[in-house]
């Protein structure tokens, strides 16, 4: 899951496998919520997003839960591959402000291995 | 990259020395964000804009400054840098903003060096 500090949480998988990252988010009031990935040296990717009135959202290869009662939020990755490792992150609009304001989670660290 | 670049990519300078750093959009989105990059810090909002010539501030705006005399380029200024501005920073966009289902689309990133 997502934490504040230096050490990112760290996932590591192998090629194939499904990979799961959570993120806890902070405001109750929050009713979007975006998954963006960061590769090295690159800006954040949208991945995926979801709304509150949603608890499970489907792409391609990636599906986001909603679970609002514990303010959770996780992204799973199917068939995991080489490619997929990267920094993870999830982000929360709450909105009542004059813009899209996202707060963005500290981010986990995923490493795929062939 | 949405459509977003930025530029320059890479820079190194001097404490005090003034800073330019450009985003230019293909979008025509009408929202337009800085952010910077830190460890243990996450994206930090530093300014955005919601339209030509209107800006405002975010979370970090201090040592900094915006302009936006054109839809597609946002421009974020370091009036004196400072060696705490050494950072990575992003340009973001959105099309509505206002909306609270608005997506925000990231540029590649500058990375400065203050020395």
């Known amino acids: 899951g997502e934490s504040v500090g230096l050490h990112l949480p760290t996932l590591s998988v192998q090629e194939g496998d499904n990979s799961i990252i959570n993120c806890a988010y902070s405001?109750?009031?929050?009713?979007?919520f975006i998954w963006y990935k960061q590769e090295s040296g690159k800006g954040p990717q949208f991945i995926i997003d979801?709304?509150?009135?949603?608890d499970k959202r489907q792409g391609q290869r990636v599906t986001v839960l909603l679970n609002k009662t514990v303010k959770h939020l996780s992204l799973q990755i199917a068939a995991t591959q080489p490619g997929d490792s990267a920094v993870y992150f999830c982000a929360e609009n709450a909105g009542g402000t004059s813009y899209g304001k996202l707060t963005f989670g500290q981010g986990t660290i995923l490493t795929v291995h062939p | 990259d949405a459509g977003i670049t930025q530029s320059p990519r890479h820079k190194v300078t001097e404490t005090g020395t003034p800073v330019t750093l450009r985003c230019h959009q293909t979008?025509?989105?009408?929202?337009m964000y800085w952010y910077r990059q830190d460890p243990g810090h996450g994206l930090r909002l530093i300014h955005y804009s919601y339209g030509v010539k209107d800006t405002d501030k975010g979370e970090v705006s201090d040592g900094y400054s915006v302009s936006r005399s054109k839809t597609e380029d946002f421009l974020l200024t370091l009036e004196s840098a400072t060696s705490s501005q050494t950072s990575v920073y992003f340009c973001?966009?959105?099309?509505?903003?206002?909306?609270?289902?608005?997506?925000?689309?990231f540029g590649p990133g500058t990375r400065l060096t203050v020395l």
């Open positions: 405001n109750s009031a929050s009713d979007y």
């Open positions: 979801i709304r509150s009135n949603m």
């Open positions: 979008e025509n989105h009408r929202y």
């Open positions: 973001a966009i959105s099309e509505a903003g206002r909306s609270s289902t608005d997506t925000q689309y």
